[in-house]
């Protein structure tokens, strides 16, 4: 493969004038009506892809962007826990300090190795290809607190299992994220997590060996991503998609779609063309029937007809609903497969109402009806519309199990939290979650959720209206 750009293609083929026409002219057979479908039905399957190609672009391309992390194949180790200041991803977790490792696997496998980690303390390796899928875990759940060195392989690899590899794990796509979570039980045990970070490990599968390493990658001419805003709107969205895909090979189950995509210019190295009046139209109507469908189903989620667990998961999981996989990157993207953890939310009180910090709100937990996980659980506030942690005067974004000695127990023994905008009183302060001032929305977060959350048998308690 050479360089890429949104004119070329993942074989290292220029895209030369004749088909750059050739797709131009197939698009302007298509009818306004028809365009607007397609549209609607790439940009609901394309939305997590861009989504997702923009914050990997912060993270490991933009050296000047505040959320940039470091290069590709660089293990990056960030030693405290989110807070308002981070704000790439939505929905962001707080209770566990982050691992980041961009994956580029054209030229070579990599190897991650974590170290023996103590049984009580909880950790993960979440791996989310260039569809968002989670495809693969590594963690206290999936593979033991034992450690082990594993091997991440790209779509074109065909070596054998080396020896001292404890598991191969494969990714449809030569990009991906691959995030660590390390729970943190509280700020004085900080030090212990520097140091299991410390102690994770990323290298090529040659340097592993102790062999010389493969001839590189061409280096990628990585496009500018959109804006947020600018995703939601902009038909310069679907050459971003077709960058992307060039990183994808297509899946059997989607041949059919994107013969039909590559009507109006979607696929890999492909371009789309907007530039008649009508044509244009066509899409950005595409684009707006898309955000509908979401606002449906967002309405569902609301109403606990469909939960969060349905939207994450790997593609068999998923049967390629693309709209759930779009509902998932808009309200919390990476989020984890429900083995791996569950996120109730609180979007609604229960009269039926949006939660805003006008209001005051109390959840009370009898005690024998504790979220039921094998490792912990947490309450964490996100300020609407931007789905981000709420900045407060003493700092506190979750309520979580760790801190449960330091919170008030009720005189029946169960725990009630107050959720609102100013103090509830010193002494009901430890219950305390601040709210913003306006609209915001609660994540639940069940980390290795027990086999009654996970079956629906626990339920979460619902949030009340109190002024």
């Not at 996980?373 to 789905?387: D, I, K, R």
């Not at 027990?450 to 109190?466: I, V």
Request: glycine share 8%; net charge negative.
């Amino acid at each position: 493969m050479t360089n890429i750009t949104r004119r070329g293609f993942a074989c290292g083929i220029a895209l030369i004038p004749a088909l750059r026409f050739t797709s131009a002219l197939a698009q302007s057979s298509v009818p306004p009506e028809e365009a607007r479908a397609i549209a609607k039905e790439a940009y609901i399957y394309g939305f997590p892809m861009v989504d997702d190609y923009r914050i990997e672009h912060a993270y490991f391309v933009d050296t000047k962007s505040p959320e940039y992390k470091g290069p590709w194949n660089h293990l990056v180790n960030i030693a405290r826990v989110y807070t308002p200041a981070d704000t790439a991803i939505q929905s962001p977790n707080s209770d566990t300090p982050y691992s980041f490792i961009g994956l580029d696997l054209r030229a070579e496998p990599m190897v991650l190795t974590v170290p023996p980690i103590e049984k009580h303390r909880y950790f993960s390796i979440q791996f989310i290809d260039a569809y968002t899928f989670n495809f693969a875990y590594i963690g206290s759940r999936a593979t033991g607190n034992d450690g082990g060195s594993f091997l991440v392989a790209g779509p074109g690899w065909k070596g054998e299992t080396p020896k001292g590899i404890k598991e191969v794990i494969r990714s449809e796509t030569e990009l991906l994220l691959a995030a660590y979570r390390t729970q943190l039980f509280n700020p004085d045990d900080i030090d212990s997590v520097k140091k299991i970070q410390g102690e994770y490990r990323a290298e090529p599968l040659s340097k592993f060996l102790g062999q010389p390493a493969p001839a590189a990658a061409p280096a990628i001419d990585f496009i500018k991503p959109l804006s947020p805003a600018d995703e939601k709107t902009s038909p310069e969205f679907f050459n971003i998609l077709n960058f992307v895909l060039q990183f994808c090979p297509t899946d059997p189950s989607e041949t059919g779609l994107m013969a039909r995509f590559a009507r109006i210019g979607v696929g890999a190295g492909k371009t789309i063309d907007v530039s008649s009046p009508e044509m244009k139209t066509a899409i950005e109507q595409g684009m707006a029937d898309a955000w509908v469908d979401l606002e449906a189903l967002s309405k569902q989620i609301d109403a606990g007809k469909i939960t969060f667990g349905e939207l994450f998961g790997t593609r068999e999981y998923l049967k390629n609903n693309y709209l759930y996989r779009m509902g998932a990157a808009v309200l919390g993207i990476y989020g984890n497969s429900k083995q791996e953890a569950m996120y109730p939310v609180y979007a609604v009180d229960t009269e039926g109402k949006k939660l805003d910090g006008a209001s005051k709100y109390t959840v009370h937990f009898e005690a024998d009806r504790l979220p039921p996980v094998n490792a912990f659980w947490s309450l964490t506030m996100y300020e609407l519309p931007q789905s981000l942690l709420v900045a407060n005067p003493i700092n506190r974004y979750l309520l979580n199990s760790p801190m449960l000695p330091q919170f008030v127990k009720d005189t029946d023994g169960g725990l009630t939290f107050y959720i609102q905008n100013e103090s509830p009183g010193k002494d009901k302060e430890p219950n305390w979650l601040p709210a913003p001032k306006g609209p915001f929305v609660i994540a639940m977060r069940l980390y290795w959720p027990k086999p009654e959350a996970l079956d629906g048998s626990w339920k979460h308690p619902p949030m009340k209206q109190t002024t």
